[in-house]
């Protein structure tokens, strides 16, 4: 028996939400111990770190977390054994069991949405932390709020060469984020009959209509949430925007559309800084900048930058090229219409996690469709997904949730 499952449900997403209330106000003490930790383990400058915190905790609330338990198990009550799920009616809900959440490098809190909709479901968890001990740190909160998640689940920082690195055999379900690479060597170590979970590198994209850049205030949105998408968390995450396609034939021409997203991007670099530690970061940029800039006088495409190396938009990039997948460098590519794009994102084989557009146009919805992302958004939103929403095309808690065949 796992330590919560003799706990209502309804009492673990209130302490959960509870928690996570505490921890959404920039004030609350052990959040203001850890930020300069985390700042210093990403490399991300405070006002990111700061954001990344509020997403991560203003989007966790008792009703979204009931909403996400309903939507995919049918009720509340079917985790507390009341009730079986309306497609299962001869089967009840139990806990996976024993569940390992391995965190990824760079993700603020990757971890912690898993591990609160495996607690949901009562399983016990264990977690990866990074060096930050983020998780940790809220987990100590979770147990002031009920002491049942001080056995429920634990953090800790291990290498896979540490004498106390965990036996992935000994876990029922095991949830990993990183490089296909990782996961396959996770993979490896879990047991035939467990649960595993994958989230491998992704990629995220946007369209930009025509229709959508023949006025100026128009334009000028796209562009604003574009910034916004590329610069947080310097394009490391899936969700980060790293190809941006825009049609021509509109009032504004891709060129003079880069021109306005260049513009923003700088405004959103004074709202998001680079870290203080950006050398490397800025000499990444520089050479991008710099390349661009040699084939722009040799008359192919152009280069968007400034002078300190924060950003570089590439215009035209040649398209047997795939994105940079480089801090706050984007390409911008012109297309006449979606067929264009999808043929780029199919050449270079990017799984896509997110694509934002500039309006709910029928081909442009086929387009992201057809690209297999995951996430359809606007633009700016693309860093902001819903704590429902399929990560990865994954379920969030239905993974954390085994069914018993009821015995008469």
Not at 13 to 37: H, T
Not at 266 to 284: D, I, Y
């Amino acid at each position: 028996m796992t330590a919560l499952a003799a706990i209502p449900v309804r009492k673990i997403i209130r302490a959960i939400a509870s928690a996570a209330e505490r921890w959404s106000d920039g004030d609350f003490p052990p959040r203001v111990r850890i930020l300069d930790r985390i700042a210093e383990r990403t490399g991300y400058s405070v006002p990111v770190v700061e954001y990344a915190l509020d997403r991560l905790f203003l989007s966790v609330s008792e009703n979204e977390l009931a909403a996400v338990i309903r939507n995919e198990l049918g009720s509340l009550e079917v985790l507390d054994g009341f009730a079986a799920r309306d497609s299962r009616p001869d089967a009840w809900a139990m806990p996976a069991g024993r569940v390992c959440v391995i965190s990824s490098r760079t993700t603020i809190g990757v971890a912690l949405t898993p591990s609160i909709f495996a607690l949901c479901a009562k399983c016990d968890v264990v977690v990866k932390d990074r060096e930050d001990a983020l998780a940790a740190a809220f987990f100590e909160t979770l147990a002031e709020e009920r002491d049942e998640f001080s056995v429920a689940v634990r953090a800790s920082v291990w290498n896979s060469s540490d004498e106390n690195t965990p036996d992935l055999r000994a876990f029922d379900a095991v949830v990993a984020f990183g490089s296909d690479d990782t996961l396959a060597s996770i993979a490896r170590h879990v047991r035939p009959d467990a649960r595993f979970v994958g989230y491998g590198s992704r990629a995220s994209a946007g369209y930009a209509g025509r229709e959508s850049l023949n006025a100026a205030p128009a334009a000028e949105e796209i562009a604003q949430g574009a910034a916004r998408d590329l610069v947080l968390y310097e394009s490391e995450g899936c969700l980060s925007l790293h190809v941006l396609f825009v049609e021509g034939g509109g009032a504004i021409s891709p060129a003079q559309f880069s021109e306005i997203l260049a513009r923003a991007v700088e405004r959103a670099n004074v709202e998001f800084p680079l870290s203080r530690n950006n050398a490397s970061v800025s000499a990444q940029i520089a050479l991008q900048r710099d390349l661009a800039a040699f084939r722009a006088a040799s008359g192919s495409g152009a280069v968007y930058a400034n002078r300190g190396a924060e950003f570089a938009l590439l215009l035209d990039p040649p398209h047997s090229e795939p994105p940079r997948f480089l801090p706050r460098t984007l390409g911008v590519m012109t297309v006449d219409e979606p067929s264009q794009a999808l043929a780029y994102l199919r050449a270079h084989r990017l799984p896509l996690e997110g694509f934002a557009l500039s309006s709910p146009r029928p081909d442009m919805i086929q387009l992201a469709l057809d690209a297999g992302a995951v996430r359809l958004t606007r633009f700016g939103e693309l860093q902001h997904p819903p704590l429902g929403g399929d990560h990865g095309g994954r379920p969030r808690i239905a993974e954390f949730v085994r069914w018993i065949d009821k015995v008469l």
